[in-house]
C-alpha cells in the first residue's frame, strides 16, 4: 500500500529500501532482458547460419545490428531520461524491444533479422541509463553505489540466462519459440513498468530523497553538442574513451559470440559445455566490478589499479585465444581470472567524471558508455570477416567449419586492441579520486 499524499510535502516519510527496490526492480529486470539478448547469438550460432544459410562474417555483423543502435542511443538516452522522466523512458523501450524480438523470432531472412536486433539494441540502450535514473531518485546517496552493483549483477543474470539455460531451451522448443516467449516477458515488464514505477518518491506520496533540481539550477546550460565539445577537450576522454572497448570488446566478442565455437573446435566440447565457461567467464566479470571499484575507492587511486587490472587481462586473454595446448584444469582458471581482472573497466566511469568539471559528467558518462559498447560492435564482425577469408570449404550440417588458425587469426584483432588499452591507460592522467575544477 502507498501511503496517503500529506497536505504538507515535509510531513511525508522517505520510501523504504523495499518500496525502493520494488519500482527499481522493473528497470532492472528488463536490463537483464537486454543483456539476455545481447549475449544470446553465441549460443544459436549452429541455428542463425544455418537457417539463414549466412557466413561468419554475416553472423558477426548480425549479432553487432544490437550493437550498432545500442551506441548510437547512448547519449541520446541520458537526454530522454532528464526530459521523458525514467518511467515514460523504460517504457517505451520495453514496447520496442518486445517488437524487435518478435521481428527477430519470425524473420524470413537476414534482413529482417537484422531489423530486428536493429531494435532490440536500440531501445534496450534505455535501461542501463533509466536504472540509474530510478536509483537517484528512490534511495539515498549512500546507496548508490549498492544499487549499482545489484544493477550489474542483474545484466550479468540475463547474460548467464544466454548460456546453458538458453542451450536447453533451444533444444527443446527450438530458437524461435524461445526469443518469442522473451518478447512476450519483455512486454510484460513493460506494462508492470506503467502501473506500477513512478519517476520520484513524491508521485506515491512519499518524501523526495533526490536534489536534481538544485544541481539542475547550478549547473550552466549547454545542449548536446556543446556539452560534448566540452568534454572531449579533456585529455582522458578521448583515452577512457578507447581503453574499456578493448576490455570490453574481448570479454562481449569472446562470450557473446565466438567462444563457444571456438571451445568446441578446439577442445571438442559440446555446446553446452562450452557455453558453460564462457558463462563463467561473465560471472568472474561481475564480481571484479564491483571489487575494482570498491578498491579503487579505498585506494584513493584509479590509474595504476587500472593498469593492474587491464595487464592481467591482456595476459589472460593471450593464453585463452593463442594457447592450444592447454588443458582444461588450466584454461577454467585462467579464464575465471581473466574475467574478473577485466572487471577493471568499471573504474572508467568515475575516473572520466573526475577528469572534467562535475556539470558535464552526464555528459561525459554517455561518452564513455558509447567507448565501452565500440568494442564488441566493431570486433564481433570483423573476426567473422577473418574467419571467412581463413575458410578452407569444410561444412558441417550446411554449417561453416572454421579451423583453430583461422579463429587465432580472428581474435589476433582482440589482443590487439586491449594491448592498445594498456599503452594508452599509460597516458592518463590520474585524479587520486578527486573532482577536476574547472
Known amino acids: ?71 548510437a542511443m547512448q547519449i541520446p538516452t541520458g537526454i530522454l531520461a532528464d526530459r521523458w522522466g525514467p518511467r515514460r523512458l523504460l517504457t517505451l523501450g520495453s514496447m520496442v524491444a518486445a517488437v524487435g524480438a518478435v521481428m527477430f523470432a519470425m524473420a524470413p531472412d537476414i534482413a529482417w533479422a537484422a531489423a530486428g536486433r536493429l531494435l532490440i539494441g536500440g531501445s534496450v540502450a534505455v ?75 513524491r508521485e506515491k506520496g512519499y518524501r523526495d530523497l533526490s536534489t536534481v533540481g538544485a544541481v539542475s539550477a547550478s549547473r ?22 578507447v581503453i574499456p572497448g578493448g576490455i570490453v570488446g574481448c570479454v562481449l566478442t569472446f562470450s557473446g559470440l565466438w567462444g563457444v565455437p571456438y571451445l568446441t573446435t578446439l577442445h571438442g566440447l559440446s555446446t553446452a559445455t562450452a557455453s558453460t565457461l564462457t558463462s563463467a567467464l561473465l560471472v568472474a566479470w561481475a564480481v571484479g566490478g564491483p571489487f575494482f571499484g570498491w578498491l579503487s575507492d579505498r585506494m584513493g587511486n584509479r590509474k595504476t589499479l587500472y593498469l593492474t587490472g587491464c595487464g592481467v587481462s591482456v595476459a589472460g586473454w593471450a593464453v585463452i585465444l593463442l594457447a592450444t595446448d592447454i588443458p582444461l584444469t588450466m584454461l577454467i582458471p585462467v579464464m575465471l581470472i581473466t574475467g574478473f581482472s577485466s572487471g577493471c573497466m568499471i573504474i572508467s566511469f568515475a575516473f572520466a567524471k573526475e577528469s572534467v568539471p ?17 568494442g564488441p560492435m566493431a570486433l564481433q564482425p570483423a573476426v567473422g570477416l577473418v574467419l571467412d577469408r581463413m575458410w578452407s570449404g569444410t561444412l558441417a550440417d ?41
Open 127 to 201: 535501461a542501463f541509463v533509466g536504472i540509474l535514473k530510478l536509483a537517484g531518485n528512490w534511495f539515498p546517496p549512500r546507496r548508490f553505489a549498492l544499487v549499482s552493483g545489484l544493477a550489474l549483477f542483474f545484466g550479468i543474470v540475463g547474460a548467464v540466462s544466454a548460456g546453458p539455460p538458453l542451450r536447453c531451451l533451444v533444444d527443446l522448443y527450438g530458437w524461435r519459440s524461445v526469443v518469442l516467449f522473451s518478447a512476450v516477458a519483455t512486454l510484460v515488464v513493460g506494462t508492470g513498468t506503467w502501473i506500477f514505477v513512478r519517476d520520484t518518491p
Open 398 to 438: 550446411g554449417v561453416r567449419v572454421y579451423s583453430v588458425a583461422a579463429y587465432h587469426s580472428g581474435f589476433s584483432l582482440m589482443l590487439a586492441w586491449i594491448a592498445v588499452s594498456f599503452i594508452l591507460l599509460l597516458f592518463t592522467r590520474e585524479t587520486g579520486c578527486r573532482q577536476v575544477v574547472e
Open 1 to 71: 500500500m502507498n501511503p496517503a499524499t500529506p497536505q504538507n510535502p515535509q510531513d511525508a516519510v522517505p520510501p523504504s529500501m523495499a518500496a525502493g527496490l520494488f519500482v527499481w526492480s522493473f528497470g532492472a529486470v528488463f536490463y537483464l532482458l537486454g543483456f539476455f539478448h545481447r549475449v544470446a547469438p553465441a549460443v544459436i550460432v549452429s541455428e542463425l547460419m544455418r537457417d539463414f544459410q549466412i557466413s561468419a562474417a554475416a553472423l558477426g555483423n548480425l549479432s553487432a545490428f544490437y550493437f550498432y543502435s545500442y551506441v
Open 358 to 374: 562535475a556539470h558535464l559528467s552526464g555528459t561525459v558518462a554517455g561518452v564513455i558508455n558509447m567507448g565501452v559498447m565500440t
Open 220 to 241: 550552466p546550460e549547454t545542449g548536446m553538442v556543446g556539452g560534448i565539445a566540452q568534454v572531449l577537450a579533456y585529455r582522458n576522454t578521448w583515452l577512457l574513451f
